[in-house]
């Protein structure tokens, strides 16, 4: 929790601080019971909520206090936003940003005993043969930091990009990777990142989710919503899965034949009622208050939230530049406009999903290298494009970009072309968000097996993560079942947040 | 932050404690567990400086470096005081990269107790419960229970005054909400403001507890600690076909008013004390419906693990009140429970696995078989079939559960094969699933995993439902339904998943004896994507050309066969190629040695269809032959295996409890007996305080799950022990306590509170009022049908799915078995549970996770929910539903409409001003039955309807 600190007040007076005064003191009396939550939203765009930041206790017994209130973070943050893209299916790290020449000279060999045994999910890499890369690596930009040909557009950002190539968790099975990647924990019931981030910095979005996800069309996902729950967080950090056509958010649309003068007036019925009731119930007044502003959030998410997913309103040029109108960009290629499109509304956490976790997308047990190069066709240039954009509207510098899948694949060949899962060992990249680009950090063994220098966990990948946000993993904390939850659990030692903003 | 927020409203909940002695346990003991025990607690693997707090003869003894932590008397001399005051950041505690900073008021509360002489006093919890005396009140007509004596004083203390009673159609909807998660009828209500008898309230309460709606609410409180879910999560979600069984045995044990201790003990030993009793042995359900990780390249062990880690956390939060799980890798930090300890309480399950019976009691399979079996089609086929044939016995077992043909396994066709009124059921679910099929979205052969799933579906549910047809030859109605199972059992597959793991792990064509080799290309049918098949590469639609008939289809060939049925065109061939199936597989030679695998193993794997649950085992446990080795594991982890320890309770709260002279199989007997037993000082605490919140809204412990160091301190010890030991008295009856409780003035307090009660008593620690909360997710489904009129009251049974459309099922990896929409219209405690996808609805208004044990729900406010209710289509659907009901009953009369509206929704009469608003409302909207539609949907839209107040 971010320590209270003194602002002026909304009228130019100083706030009363929270010693001398309870926060729930405050507002029904300053506030005056009506339109707290209203003026809470003004406190907040003045960036001046800090005095009225919710206690847990408060937000978890739901009371009354706007637990969306923007919050300062626990220190100077390099960046606002996060987009995720997530490659479900867990990419090669040998066919994209971790070149292994000695891997293909070995290629067609046993591996050597030193590299030792790791778990894989339906091989056994001591008796499979070493499956070399056949897609070529260049050295790009003037950093000269090597990306594989499946990215050629990218390429020409190498400049921006930090890659990690010592990514390392304990999941070899899809979806419990899955979590480790989203939650930070293999078990199912634990808070997104999306949901930790925003519980630590508050939303300062007016009238759309904080948390924003999308899957491929077909919304098929192997970890499920879990992906993007609250898990033991309240409710209110859950992600909200877009669609990038028809309704973008579940129930944001009015029926059919319903128009927004009638449900206007509909919804002017039962506002005139609840105000009515929360008078005559005087012990949950300011509850009850909340709930009356939630509708109005609501109703005006209705013209917001089709608003911002509507790419027709952007030019042609920036609708060619991520490919929305070709295949095969056309997918991912909307999902990433969106995704700049919401960055800019204040969306603070959008989790851009790439497949389902099938062979059919980025689970290369049939053939690493046809398989990389036709998912890489899908999103390379919408990913290019997206960094072009940010940059080109000012919002990569505060906004935080990373890519990932939920492992990597064996340096082993399963079946003669695939490679099997992998954990142990598997490369990411951030850009944007103060992260300064054209380096790789960390390294795996010579032949892809698993990470060896700079080690960098899942829970690790995470502390910097939060720590680009200005949030201090250790601080960000939730008691649970007795136990100060967070979201590294007890790891996250290895915060890289310095040596990637030099 | 948040705990000296807390400590700090408890501090000022103990008038004078500052100024008076400091009771350690009440006020030292939550500062120290919450800023120091991390470092300076029972842990030893963490400890720093060993230096021990949680021990008075530790903390006074001199460290290493001379200083002595606490001097008696002497705040000054002692180190404590002079660390946690200290200006130097390098030398101050806590240390800064801790999450809390200590506040002034906790230093002086540290200081005052040192100065007092620093004693040590017992946590709460873990000191008996003491019948107190009634408390003197100065206004004894209020106080008309026990129960209010509690409350009362404590208010007199404070010189706070009780909100006043509650109207007689407040009560009675509060009431009804409570106890059956209904509203009450305009009927109901009119009787009870009629009643001027004394004991109308009781006689309501009555009525209410005798209702078999009370256990649908009550059993659904009970299954949120449960964590009940009808699936096991992850990518698999295997369904449980048995889930639902228990979910039954909960709302019948409530609704018998099933003494407490009794429900405990079935469920955690119900097979091993009370032989015979067959609910008993469906209450130990309660361990076979957690989460479950199976899937292909587990860590061997690690299934055993989960369910152990499972079983102990989930008793331990369910029933003892302590959260067990913080011992799992480490000595627990702030309760009195060792690791060695917890992984004794593993070792008391060890005895036991999860096993599958038949409906009439016989032992069908266990997991280790079928993990056996699972192993067998990982190796070589010879051998499989070799390994399989030196066991005849399993295989009879297999084939006459499983049976030959698909006619056998199912019982819908058993029982009803010459049912011939299912024919027409059948020719409707034909022209579904030929609109399933052609529906593919991406014009290749992929998209028939899109595509069948929810043809399938909706084929499924026809066939169940669909009663009304003209007769056929019963012969040909046989064979038309084997037909159409054979059509759907992915299973038809003769590569099934066996020739799928061969194939995967040796990329090798068909193996040597399926029968498809040569008919057709291979391919994998990987574990991992719920056994639905996969085309060969390269097919393509209408590979199979339309001449070719059902006869010709190899059996099995399951993909060829759905390609055939796609091509055909008019409906009579389909319905032809489906009979001719039907006879080609009731012709068929009862299928050898995999195929009987195939199924159980596909039984096992959840992929069953929804229909067939009944003919499903239950699953319940049982003992192992020989119990599992336990092992303390460092970390918590699989891989660091340590001590093996026997079975054990935890000594601190169970002293001298010994397994010596106990059998493996009566492992959990002894676990439950002393869990459930009158001595226990935890338990009954536990259950009257779950019971209180249940109420209430708020529990007198706020910590419902934790009554550890870490937990919350009751609001009123005195009154809880007061009903643990009333409880136990009256024999462990929820019944009986739900009386005392809603009797007292206490439950039947106005929701009502003045600003300057409301600034003393914010959060209703000290019950000045009843403090309105927000109904749950499925008494807010169940209230909408109610007053539309629309809720089919049927109990028990089978899971239900409302049909969800595209969006809805965002993020949904397997499919949602949709119900007919009769179905949808049941109760939602029925309503399908899976871990990998949430029900939409529920998902906004705060349901559990149902991973682990939830003791209270979140209450909050998100704009999902109210998008819900004014824009999901079932929303709009009830509205009308209710406005039919209006306009029927006011017999069309509109003037008529708003007040008879309101008793339904609201339980009470229509105000004038209210009346006003709502005709001008559908004056200005027409009149007509579109303009009541709308008002009933601003109704569904208002606070007061989702509100318990």
Request: net charge neutral; charged share 25%.
């Amino acid at each position: 929790m971010p320590h209270p600190h003194r602002c002026p007040g909304p009228f130019g007076r100083p706030a009363p601080s929270p010693a001398s005064l309870s926060r729930r003191h405050w507002i029904t009396n300053v506030a005056g019971g009506m339109g707290a939550w209203a003026l809470l939203s003004l406190l907040e765009r003045d960036g001046c909520a800090a005095a009225l930041a919710p206690a847990i206790s408060d937000i978890t017994a739901g009371r009354r206090i706007n637990p969306l209130a923007a919050k300062p973070p626990h220190f100077p943050a390099k960046a606002k936003s996060v987009i995720f893209l997530m490659m479900a299916g867990g990419p090669s790290q040998m066919e994209t940003f971790d070149p292994k020449p000695v891997l293909n000279r070995l290629a067609g060999q046993r591996m050597p005993d030193s590299f030792g045994k790791i778990p894989a999910q339906f091989t056994d890499v001591t008796k499979e043969l070493l499956l070399g890369c056949k897609i070529p690596f260049r050295a790009c930009g003037q950093s000269g930091l090597p990306i594989s040909a499946a990215f050629p557009q990218l390429q020409q950002h190498a400049d921006k990009l930090a890659v990690i190539r010592s990514c390392h968790h304990d999941a070899f099975n899809h979806s419990p990777a899955q979590y480790e990647i989203m939650t930070g924990m293999s078990r199912l019931g634990y808070p997104s990142l999306g949901a930790w981030i925003t519980y630590g910095l508050g939303s300062v979005s007016d009238n759309l989710p904080a948390i924003v996800v999308m899957t491929d069309p077909d919304g098929k996902i192997k970890g499920g919503t879990p992906l993007w729950g609250n898990g033991f967080l309240p409710a209110i950090y859950q992600g909200a899965p877009l669609q990038t056509q028809g309704t973008p958010i579940l129930y944001v649309n009015r029926e059919a034949g319903v128009t927004a003068d009638s449900q206007r007036q509909v919804l002017d019925l039962s506002q005139s009622l609840n105000q009515r009731h929360a008078r005559n119930i005087s012990a949950a007044a300011q509850e009850l208050d909340a709930r009356i502003a939630s509708y109005e959030l609501a109703y005006r998410m209705q013209t917001a939230a089709p608003e911002a997913v509507d790419i027709n309103r952007e030019s042609p040029e920036t609708r060619k530049l991520y490919g929305v109108d070709a295949e095969p960009t056309r997918d991912f290629g909307t999902r990433c406009l969106i995704a700049r499109r919401l960055v800019e509304r204040g969306v603070r956490f959008v989790q851009l999903i790439s497949g389902s976790g099938d062979t059919k997308d980025w689970d290369h047990h049939d053939d690493a290298y046809e398989g990389t190069m036709r998912q890489a066709k899908k999103v390379d240039q919408p990913i290019a494009a997206l960094l072009t954009d940010l940059e080109k509207c000012g919002l990569l510098e505060e906004t935080l970009v990373v890519w990932s899948g939920e492992f990597g694949r064996t340096p082993t060949s399963q079946g003669g072309k695939g490679r099997d899962h992998n954990p142990n060992g598997y490369t990411i990249w951030m850009a944007g968000g103060g992260v300064k680009g054209g380096k790789a950090i960390g390294a795996t063994d010579e032949i892809g097996l698993r990470a060896v220098e700079d080690k960098m966990h899942v829970n690790d990948t995470h502390a910097t993560i939060l720590s680009l946000l200005g949030l201090d993993h250790h601080k960000l904390t939730y008691l649970f079942q007795g136990r100060e939850m967070r979201l590294t659990d007890v790891g996250g030692q290895n915060d890289l947040a310095r040596r990637l903003i030099v | 932050m948040k705990f000296l927020l807390a400590s700090l409203a408890l501090a000022s909940l103990a008038p004078s404690a500052l100024a008076e002695k400091i009771d350690f346990s009440r006020d030292v003991l939550p500062v120290l567990s919450a800023n120091c025990f991390v470092c300076h607690g029972r842990d030893v693997s963490t400890r720093k400086a060993k230096l021990q707090l949680n021990v008075r003869e530790l903390a006074t003894s001199p460290l290493h470096d001379g200083t002595i932590p606490i001097v008696p008397g002497r705040p000054d001399d002692s180190e404590l005081v002079s660390r946690i005051t200290a200006e130097d950041e390098d030398e101050r505690m806590p240390p800064a990269k801790q999450a809390h900073r200590l506040a002034a008021a906790e230093i002086q509360t540290l200081r005052t107790w040192i100065e007092q002489g620093a004693e040590y006093t017992e946590h709460w919890a873990f000191v008996p419960p003491k019948r107190a005396p009634l408390p003197a009140v100065r206004d004894p007509a209020w106080a008309r229970s026990p129960i209010d004596r509690f409350i009362l004083h404590r208010l007199e203390q404070e010189k706070l005054q009780p909100a006043p009673g509650a109207s007689r159609e407040t009560l009675i909807r509060r009431a009804t909400l409570d106890l059956l998660g209904l509203p009450p009828t305009p009927g109901e209500i009119g009787a009870f403001v009629a009643d001027r008898s004394p004991d109308a309230f009781a006689k309501v309460i009555d009525r209410l507890l005798a209702s078999p709606h009370y256990g649908e609410r009550y059993g659904r409180h009970w299954l949120d600690v449960a964590r009940y879910a009808d699936s096991g999560g992850f990518e698999t979600d295997l369904f449980f076909g048995h889930a639902w069984r228990y979910r039954d045995y909960v709302i019948r044990s409530f609704n018998a008013d099933k003494p407490f201790d009794r429900f405990i003990k079935e469920q955690i030993a119900g097979d091993e004390l009370y032989p015979g009793d067959e609910d008993a042995r469906l209450a130990t359900g309660l361990y076979t419906t957690g989460p479950v990780l199976q899937e292909a390249g587990m860590v061997a062990g690690k299934l055993e693990y989960d369910q152990l880690t499972d079983a102990v956390d989930t008793t331990g939060a369910a029933f003892v009140g302590l959260t067990f799980a913080c011992a799992r890798c480490h000595d627990h930090k702030y309760d009195p429970i060792s690791q060695r300890e917890y992984y004794q309480l593993q070792a008391v399950f060890a005895a036991s696995d999860q096993f599958d019976y038949s409906e009439d009691g016989e032992k069908i399979r266990d997991r280790a078989s079928l993990r056996a079996t699972l192993k067998e089609f990982e190796t070589e086929q010879a051998r499989s079939r070799a390994l399989r044939e030196s066991d005849p016995a399993r295989r009879t077992d297999l084939l006459r559960k499983m049976g030959g043909a698909y006619i056998e396994i199912d019982p819908l066709i058993k029982t009803h094969v010459d049912n011939s009124r299912r024919y027409d059921a059948i020719r409707r679910a034909i022209t579904y699933y030929c609109r399933g099929v052609t529906t593919d979205r991406r014009g290749d052969v992929l998209a028939e995993k899109d595509s069948d799933p929810n043809a399938d579906t909706v084929l499924k549910a026809d066939l169940k439902h669909a009663l009304d047809a003209p007769p056929l030859e019963p012969s040909e109605a046989a064979f038309l339904k084997v037909g159409v199972v054979a059509m759907l059992n992915p299973m038809m597959d003769p590569q099934g998943l066996k020739g799928a793991m061969a194939a995967r792990r040796r990329r090798v064509a068909p193996a040597e004896d399926s029968p498809a080799k040569g008919a057709g290309p291979a391919y994998a049918v990987p574990v991992s994507d719920g056994g639905t098949p996969r085309p060969p590469p390269g097919a393509k639609i209408g590979a199979v050309t339309p001449a070719q008939s059902s006869a010709k289809v190899r059996a099995g060939d399951g993909f060829a066969m759905r390609q055939t049925f796609a091509a055909l065109k008019t409906e009579d061939e389909k319905l032809q190629f489906l009979i001719g199936l039907g006879r080609q597989q009731i012709d068929r030679p009862k299928p050898e040695g995999y195929v009987e695998d195939l199924a159980a193993l596909q039984l096992e794997l959840g992929t069953l269809h929804l229909d067939d649950m009944s003919s499903l085992p239950v699953r319940v446990l049982d003992h192992r032959e020989q119990p599992l080795e336990t092992h303390i594991m460092g970390r918590g982890e699989i891989e660091n295996l340590g001590d093996v320890v026997g079975p054990g309770l935890p000594e601190k709260i169970a002293p001298g409890f010994t397994f010596a002279n106990i059998p493996a199989e009566r492992r959990r007997a002894a676990l439950a007996g002393w869990i459930a037993s009158d001595q226990n000082l935890l338990t009954a605490r536990v259950i009257v305080n779950r019971a209180w919140q249940w109420h209430f809204g708020d529990g007198l412990v706020r910590t419902p799950n934790d009554f550890g160091v870490r937990g919350e301190r009751p609001t009123h010890p005195e009154l809880l022990d007061w009903l643990a030991m009333d409880f136990v008295e009256h024999g462990w009856s929820l019944k009986h306590l739900h009386r005392v409780i809603m009797e007292s003035a206490a439950y039947q307090m106005a929701a009502t509170a003045d600003p300057a009660v409301l600034e003393r008593d914010p959060d209703n620690r000290l019950l000045t009022r009843y403090q309105p909360h927000r109904l749950e997710a499925e008494m807010i489904w169940d209230s909408i049908r109610s007053v539309a009129g629309t809720l089919d009251l049927t109990l028990f049974g089978l899971p239900i799915a409302p049909p969800l459309d595209e969006q809805e099922q965002l993020g949904n990896y397997l499919k949602w078995p949709a119900s007919t929409p009769e179905e949808a219209r049941r109760r939602a405690v029925y309503i399908l549970v899976k871990r990998s996808f949430r029900f939409p609805m529920f998902n906004a208004f705060d349901l559990p996770d149902n991973i682990t044990s939830c003791g209270r729900r979140d209450i909050t406010t998100i704009p999902n929910q109210a998008l819900t209710l004014m824009n999901n289509p079932t929303m709009r659907e009830q509205a009308a539903a209710f406005a039919d009901r209006l306009l029927l009953e006011t017999n069309g009369q509109m003037a008529a409409v708003p007040a008879r509206a309101w008793r339904y929704a609201f339980g009470r009469g229509i105000g004038r001003d209210e009346r006003n608003e709502a005709m001008a409302f559908l004056n200005a909207r027409g009149g007509a039955k579109a303009a009541v539609t709308d008002l009933c949907l601003a109704i569904f839209n208002t606070n007061e309807f989702i509100y318990l107040q």
